[in-house]
């Protein structure tokens, strides 16, 4: 009796679940999946440590080999944060590469080759640019990117 009770409750999450995902197109923040958009009010609630650790169980969990799992998570979460805050570029950038073929996860760790290359030539300069063109740098670097110039680099 108790356990029938917990399958009908089960299934009624599960159906409520599926329903809120096709109705946001997002995915509930139990569990992080590069594949679908968190929904940003839930990504965003959550502390920095905590969305690195979804990620990192993530790639764990594909078993997607990786030299610095958690370098690799903390780029993947620098990147949903930009699209969770709709920074406009970085969006654009989404949906241009999705359109170009990429998946969501490529689209992603494209957009981190960015952010990367941009954060080595802050440490490179050591000069207190101001961030406003530190920042528009990035996002023109960002409006670059397409699909080719991904699959042309050493990624
Ligand atoms: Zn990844």
């Given at each position: 009796m108790v356990t029938s009770t917990e399958a009908q409750l089960s299934d009624r999450r599960e159906f409520y679940d599926r329903q809120k995902e096709s109705q946001d197109k997002t995915c509930i923040m139990e569990k992080y999946t590069p594949g679908c958009a968190p929904a940003p009010g839930s990504w965003l609630e959550l502390d920095e440590q905590e969305r690195i650790s979804l990620v990192e169980t993530y790639h764990r969990v594909a078993r997607i080999k990786l030299p610095n799992v958690t370098a690799h998570a903390a780029?993947?979460?620098?990147?949903?944060?930009?699209i969770a805050l709709n920074l406009e570029p970085v969006v654009r950038a989404m949906h241009r590469l999705r359109n170009q073929g990429l998946s969501r996860h490529d689209a992603i760790h494209a957009?981190?080759?960015?952010?990367?290359?941009?954060l080595f030539d802050i440490l490179k300069t050591d000069q207190n640019e101001n961030p406003e063109a530190s920042q528009a740098s990035y996002y023109?670097?960002?409006?670059r990117l397409t699909a080719a110039h991904w699959h042309k680099g050493e990624h």
């Open positions: 780029f993947h979460v620098i990147v949903e944060n930009q957009i981190s080759s960015v952010v990367a290359e941009h023109a670097a960002v409006e």
